[in-house]
């Protein structure tokens, strides 16, 4: 038998003793989100040739957002739920770090005619895809 020399640490030892209760009931087991059900996968292109080096996103505002990195060759496959998305493909981060320069400025990243602007964002994006059970293919090609 435990016994307390006051009610503050009595209290203390009974709340958490409550605590760790009521976490082992929570089932543990169970998953956050939305299941993983679908697999997604093709090839980015513009003027007919792939997209490289830049990511898509397929993005819900109730389901989340999914994606992954183009190859050389535009293509690309990742896990999702099953929902409408918006796409949007947006370059990657540099590969070589960007420096300041001697009068104190930093470059800008090398413009990319590939990915138009109205990509690179879920707001101005128009392409959409309803991604079902299973395996899914979505082709994009990128038009300005």
């Known amino acids: 038998m435990i016994r307390f020399t006051n009610s503050r640490t009595a209290a203390l030892a009974m709340t958490t003793i409550f605590a760790f209760v ?36 397929f993005q819900s505002d109730s389901l989340g957002t999914y994606g992954g990195p183009l190859g050389d060759d535009g293509s690309y496959s990742f896990d999702a739920t099953v929902g409408d998305f918006k796409v949007t493909v947006s370059p990657s981060a540099p ?32 392409a959409t895809a309803t991604i079902t059970e299973g395996q899914n293919t979505f082709d994009l090609e990128l038009k300005k």
Do not use: F
């Not at 543990?28 to 996103?57: D, F, L, M, R, Y």
């Not at 090398?110 to 138009?116: G, S, Y």
């Open 22 to 57: 009521l976490t082992g009931c929570s089932g543990g087991s169970e998953s956050v989100g939305p299941e993983i059900n679908a697999k997604v996968s093709g090839k980015v292109t513009h003027a007919g040739q792939p997209v490289s080096s830049a990511i898509i996103s």
């Open 95 to 126: 590969s070589t770090p960007m420096t300041m320069s001697d009068d104190g400025k930093i470059p800008e990243p090398p413009k990319r005619d590939d990915i138009p602007q109205k990509y690179r964002s879920a707001g101005s994006s128009d």
